[in-house]
């Protein structure tokens, strides 16, 4: 029996490991073997400069990890542990700062803090991970027994040293988990150094594109991009491992605990949450007070005045086509890739983690390694790819398809199995099974992915801003070549430009948090 099994996990998986093969290993190996064939990759390596930025990209993404575990521990207890009004509001107020596009908070805090600086890169990737700690560990801080703190304090233990001995070892699993990725996703920020570091502050993901983009110096940039790429493999491992052990603690915990009013110190903590709550709007507001009329006109094409190659109707109407083109493709892709990942677990096949692992590596390569070695491989392929309009919306998708799976596992994964069984003894076959039980139960996870994919997708900004030409820039590129360029009109446009994101990305947000079943998309 299964023998037939693996062949049809086999045949599904495929189409989106295929999809894997040429549109990011292909394109990437490509890179970095035309680097390594221009020889210096050790003479790259050896250099202090390169180590310097190996420290830097490290030690900030360090301190922002820290920070973002800081500030979302206080946010998880809100959520998960109290049944105060509002909490709705919590969840997408501390949900926008992730899904906004990197060019855009980076926009924000460069008007909070025109200096820049190490701190602005700090605080503007924290800025950004906060929900992952917070909705990833609240998710296994439900299901913990109260009775253990109770005894301790019964104990005599303070609430300190109660939090310190028993709850936060207990959630030990889930702050692991949640800071690999935060980690992971802090140390190949890109549109956020970029803004905010200038000439001056470089990690490895600015230095590959600066070396490629600017210096043509692809052997430099293939030695930073392998550098990386072992770094990033490290991160997904250990995040692997400690996301399975949150699982596991999840299967042991059972059933969630009921949610109270807080007492006696529980508000300091209360406070506290809501002290980051508010400073996570700073940002936004900030950036909605610095949009103007004569933005939004400009940027409309009414009285246009700006410097851009296109109106910024045009940008908009690229944005949402190539937007929903990755969405769909994406979510095709991340769902069968979650079906297989959940039945090769299910019947115990072996290289289950091998594959989630690599589907899960484009969060962390380059997307400037990515985007150029479309440009040297993608020509081989019937139609040159290299001068299509689907080039971008290809190059979304493989950064939207790991969020889609990451989303789409945990619901997958939490099925009954008595409800396969049963359906299995009734005479369906496994295809029957997976339609008539999977879909039904997995359907409103299925459009929470979608929805918040194409929230993603819309606000792309490393590899579109290498791929898409002038006449078919997204919002988000649009918006880098604005402030880029001197004139008032354009930094207002580019602020126009910056709230109208925002305003798309908090009414996903709200729809996917007022759908008929809330989602953890810090299921990472």
Not at 92 to 109: E, K, M, N, R
Not at 114 to 132: C, K, M, Q, R, T
Not at 183 to 212: N, P
Not at 435 to 461: I, K, N, Q
């Amino acid at each position: 029996m299964k023998r037939p099994i693996e062949h049809g996990l086999a045949l599904v998986a495929l189409v989106p490991l295929g999809f894997l093969a040429v549109f990011f290993v292909w394109p990437v190996v490509a890179i970095l073997r035309l680097g390594l064939d221009e020889g210096g990759v050790l003479a790259t390596l050896g250099t202090a400069e390169v180590w310097r930025l190996v420290g830097f990209t490290v030690a900030q993404a360090a301190g922002a990890t820290a920070v973002a575990v800081l500030a979302g521990l206080p946010v998880a207890f809100l959520l998960a542990r109290t049944n105060l009004p509002g909490l709705w509001l919590v969840r997408v107020i501390i949900l926008v700062p992730f899904v906004l596009p990197s060019v855009v908070v980076g926009l924000a805090f460069r008007a909070l803090m025109p200096a820049g600086g190490v701190w602005s890169i700090v605080l503007a990737n924290a800025f950004f991970n906060v929900a992952v700690v917070a909705r990833t560990v609240a998710g296994l801080w439900t299901h913990l027994d109260r009775r253990a703190e109770d005894a301790a304090r019964a104990l005599g233990a303070s609430r300190l040293r109660t939090f310190t001995s028993v709850t936060l070892p207990a959630l030990a699993p889930a702050v692991g988990s949640a800071a690999a990725v935060v980690f992971l996703f802090c140390a190949t920020s890109f549109g956020v150094v970029l803004i905010l570091g200038g000439a001056r502050l470089r990690t490895l993901e600015t230095e590959i594109y600066l070396r490629t983009v600017e210096l043509l110096d692809l052997s430099g940039a293939a030695a930073l991009s392998l550098l990386q790429l072992g770094a990033v493999v490290a991160a997904l491992s250990i995040g692997a491992v400690a996301r399975r052990r949150r699982e596991t603690a999840l299967r042991l915990r059972g059933q969630a605990e009921s949610a109270r009013r807080p007492s006696g110190g529980e508000w300091f903590v209360v406070a506290a949450a809501l002290a980051v709550v508010g400073l996570l709007l700073v940002p936004v507001v900030s950036l909605l007070n610095r949009s103007t009329v004569d933005g939004w006109r400009a940027l409309t094409g009414f009285g246009y005045g700006g410097s851009l190659e296109i109106s910024g109707l045009d940008a908009i109407r690229n944005s949402l086509a190539a937007a929903t083109d990755a969405t769909l493709l994406a979510v095709t892709l991340g769902t069968m890739a979650s079906v297989v990942l959940v039945s090769a677990a299910r019947n115990r096949l072996r290289y289950v983690e091998v594959i989630d692992t690599a589907f899960m590596l484009p969060l962390g390569v380059s997307a400037v390694t990515v985007g150029f070695g479309y440009l040297i491989t993608l020509d081989l392929l019937p139609g040159d790819l290299r001068t299509s309009p689907v080039l971008v919306p290809l190059a979304q998708a493989i950064v939207v398809t790991p969020l889609v799976i990451r989303i789409m596992l945990p619901v997958l994964r939490s099925i009954d199995e008595r409800l396969r069984q049963a359906a299995a003894s009734l005479g369906a076959g496994p295809w029957r099974v997976w339609w008539e039980v999977d879909v039904p139960m997995a359907g409103r996870s299925l459009l929470t992915a979608a929805a918040f994919g194409y929230v993603v997708a819309l606000g792309e900004f490393g590899a579109t801003s290498f791929l898409a030409r002038p006449d078919t820039a997204t919002l988000p590129v649009a918006i880098a070549r604005l402030i880029s360029r001197p004139g008032e009109l354009n930094n207002q446009m580019a602020y126009a430009a910056c709230t109208l994101l925002v305003l798309v990305t908090i009414a996903v947000v709200a729809l996917i948090e007022f759908g008929p079943r809330r989602v953890s998309v810090g299921e990472f």
